[in-house]
């Protein structure tokens, strides 16, 4: 694609500026939002009871495979901006945090949506968990207290949203997702200018078919590993 067809997608995507930033307003109709987020309890209710023996393994194994807490909990910015604390199963070893800034260096810099495909923090355990994403279970918990949806754009560090241009920050205006347009779409192989576009025409275009669709397509791609390290 040239850079003239690039900015052409940009604008038929992202609109004007000053529309760039929420819904208009009534775009949603109350009852489906009422309905996501019913089916966001339902469904993270069911997820937690037929995978808790598994979280259960997954903690054991992260407890015995390095020292440091069994959760991950990191700040991330959510539905308007408002900030929360994610949680995953810990893949890196304690104290990972503290050497990002190198290694983003090394790799040529810090970049929204950027992660490094063979990252030295991870540990043993943490490949395998990121790898059959059952590190991601536990944001189930997150969804149930209403600061993440099973379906909606990927839930990014401050960092990365003090990085956007204004038309990014249309991603905030729905709550962050479990899954989303940029999971099924390639996950972290995905370019951050294509996953971030993917994430605000989902903004633009969503629909609870919409939503039952990339769940169901998210399960093959779990299945497959894609894009996921």
Not at 43 to 65: D, G, Q, R
Not at 72 to 78: A, L, M, Y
Request: hydrophobic content about 45%.
């Amino acid at each position: 694609m040239t850079t003239t067809e690039l900015r052409s997608f940009d604008i038929a995507l992202f609109g004007r500026p000053e529309h760039a930033v929420h819904r208009r307003a009534g775009e949603t109709p109350m009852a489906a939002l009422v309905l996501k987020r019913v089916i966001d309890i339902t469904f993270s209710l069911v997820a937690i009871a037929v995978f808790a023996p598994l979280m259960l393994v997954a903690a054991l194994a992260v407890k015995l495979n390095s020292p440091g807490p069994v959760f991950f909990r990191q700040e991330r910015v959510g539905l308007n901006g408002r900030a929360f604390r994610v949680m995953k199963f810990r893949s890196m070893g304690a104290g990972a945090e503290r050497e990002v800034a190198e290694l983003m260096q090394r790799n040529g810099g810090y970049r929204p949506f950027y992660k490094i495909r063979c990252d030295p923090r991870v540990t043993a355990v943490g490949k395998f968990l990121r790898r059959t994403s059952i590190d991601e279970l536990p944001q189930f918990f997150n969804v149930l207290r209403g600061h993440m949806s099973i379906v909606g754009p990927r839930p990014q560090v401050r960092a990365e949203v003090d990085q956007y241009e204004h038309a990014h920050y249309r991603r905030l205006a729905v709550k962050p997702g479990i899954t989303g347009l940029w999971q099924v779409s390639g996950r972290s192989d995905l370019p951050w200018h294509h996953a971030v576009r993917l994430d605000v025409r989902y903004v633009d275009e969503w629909s609870l078919v919409k939503d039952l669709s990339i769940m169901a397509k998210t399960v093959k791609v779990v299945l497959t590993s894609r894009g996921a390290y």
